[in-house]
């Protein structure tokens, strides 16, 4: 008899355990309103509920897999993982009310998880806390990646990691940071956590409401570009928040791993990191033609062509999507330009 070619068993129990762990996350926004000084909203608690039913089903039907995870698995499960998450994020878009159907939710969702940043809304300042925060933190989620966040936090995993982390991460990042799979993304998400926190209280002194500035460092770090404010960054008219979020957006857009190692005192790396120069170089230079093209074909003053055109650079080639200017009446060399931004893309092992 033919071994079969999927552990489905397995599969099922990985999926389920993943499932719980998006349970508890909408069960954690859910406080998000009472934060604000609203009522408890059930949306996220039915959501919850259906999520955990739906996760303790699939952990029940395969409670009696054993078997190690190898290759075949774990393409499946990190497929079926961005769907299933992106599927389940869907309901409490949907529940809340604010989207016209399932279909409009789900494309909410999964341009979230995958920090696509398209979003169907017209009006983003009506949703309320909770849903504004549910959409930056599964962009956040999305951005270091949901297996890379399970290998750091889920023990039953330790088994077969390897294959997992190889299926979701492309190149061999791992075992630069440590030889252990489990220590290196615990080490990972720790980095992205820290910078995640530091860009919110940089915010909050800016004069961000502290909610919006967790929110717009969960989706700055995870390059995804949903805000809270219609006129995303551009809503405070602020250099200096615009300054933090162009200095996190870069950071962003660097690998994490070459980050760490900064981080560490490995300063040497700068220099011998021949992709990081180049990305440097990119992001400086596109940012100085894009500067001097603005202040030479619109009537922007000296500063404020540096200061949009610093910032659209960073947002462009990071692949953020924040904006601080209204592009779409510029002149049609310098939308082209920035077209040609989109091109560049971050480093490799970033969330660009």
């Not at 760490?260 to 005192?265: D, K, P, Q």
């Not at 700068?270 to 990305?279: A, G, L, M, P, S």
């Not at 200017?325 to 002149?331: G, K, T």
Request: aromatic share 16%.
């Amino acid at each position: 008899m033919s071994k079969s070619l999927f552990n489905i068993r397995l599969i099922f129990k990985f999926l389920g355990y993943l499932l719980f762990l998006e349970a508890f996350l909408m069960l954690a926004s859910s406080g998000i309103d009472l934060f604000a000084g609203n009522k408890l909203s059930l949306v996220f608690i039915k959501s919850a509920a259906i999520t955990a039913g739906a996760g303790l089903l699939l952990s029940l039907i395969g409670i009696h897999a054993r078997r190690d995870i190898g290759k075949h698995e774990s393409f499946v499960m990190v497929t079926l993982v961005w769907v299933l998450f992106s599927l389940f994020g869907a309901l409490p878009f949907y529940l809340s009310g604010y989207f016209n159907s399932f279909t409009d939710a789900f494309f909410e969702s999964i341009s979230g998880f995958t920090t696509t940043g398209s979003s169907i809304l017209t009006d983003i300042e009506v949703l309320s806390k909770s849903v504004l925060f549910w959409r930056s933190l599964i962009q956040w989620l999305g951005g270091m990646g949901i297996i890379l966040l399970s290998l750091a936090v889920m023990p039953l995993l330790k088994m077969g990691n390897y294959q997992l982390l190889t299926a979701e991460v492309p190149g061999p990042i791992y075992d630069k940071i440590h030889p252990r799979v489990t220590v290196a993304a615990r080490r990972l998400w720790f980095l992205y956590v820290g910078l995640t926190f530091t860009q919110a209280i940089l915010l909050k002194f800016g004069g961000m409401s502290f909610f919006d500035a967790i929110c717009h460092s969960l989706t700055t770090m995870a390059t995804g570009g949903f805000s809270t404010k219609n006129a995303s960054i551009a809503h405070w008219d602020s250099a200096y928040i615009e300054s933090v979020t162009i200095f996190f957006m870069f950071l962003a857009g660097t690998s994490f791993v070459f980050l760490f190692r900064i981080l560490s005192g490995k300063f040497y790396k700068i220099k011998n990191n021949e992709e990081f120069k180049v990305y440097f170089y990119i992001v400086i230079v596109s940012a100085l033609v894009l500067s001097t093209a603005l202040y030479l074909f619109t009537d922007l003053s000296v500063f404020k062509s540096i200061r949009a055109g610093f910032f659209q650079t960073v947002s462009i080639i990071t692949t953020t999507g924040y904006t601080t200017a209204n592009y779409s009446i510029w002149v049609p060399g310098l939308r082209f330009l920035l077209i040609i931004m989109m091109l560049f893309g971050g480093m490799s092992g970033s969330t660009s």
